[in-house]
C-alpha cells in the first residue's frame, strides 16, 4: 500500500492551495481517507475525514470553512481543497487511510488510521 500526497508550496496569506494523494495497493472506495497535519515543534493534528460512502467531518478549525476534502475513487485520490490560508496553517500535511469500521467519533485520532503517506510541505507566509 502506498499513498503519494502532493501540492504543497509556498503560498503568501490568503491564498490557496489543493493537496492531493494518490492511492495504490487499495481500494480508496473502502477505505475512510483523512488528512492530518504537523507543524514545527507540535503534535499532528486531525484536518478531515471523508467516509468510505461519502460524508465528510471537519477539525473545529477547519469547519472555518476554509477546507474542503473530496475523494475521487475512480482515481484513486483523495484531495484537500485549501482556501484563504493562514501561517498558522503552515505544516506538512499528511494524507492516511483508516478501517471503514471506524466510528464518527473516532475519526480524529490517527490511531484509527491504519495508511500514511509521506507528507507535503504547506508554507503560509503573512
Known amino acids: 500500500v502506498q499513498l503519494q500526497a502532493s501540492g504543497g508550496g509556498w503560498v503568501q496569506t490568503g491564498g490557496s492551495l489543493r493537496l492531493s494523494c494518490v492511492a495504490s495497493?487499495?481500494?480508496?472506495?473502502?477505505?475512510?481517507m483523512a488528512w492530518f497535519r504537523q507543524a514545527p515543534g507540535k503534535e499532528r493534528e486531525y484536518v478531515a475525514t471523508i467516509r468510505w460512502n461519502g460524508p465528510s467531518y471537519y477539525s473545529r478549525d477547519s469547519r472555518k470553512g476554509r477546507f474542503t476534502i473530496s475523494r475521487d475513487n475512480a482515481k484513486s485520490t483523495l484531495y484537500l481543497q485549501m482556501n484563504n490560508l493562514e501561517p498558522e496553517d503552515t505544516a506538512v500535511y499528511y494524507c492516511a487511510a483508516g478501517s471503514k469500521t471506524t466510528i464518527v467519533s473516532d475519526m480524529s485520532s490517527l490511531h484509527r488510521y491504519d495508511y500514511w503517506g509521506q507528507g507535503t510541505l504547506v508554507t503560509v507566509s503573512s
Open positions: 495497493g487499495l481500494t480508496l472506495s473502502a477505505y475512510n
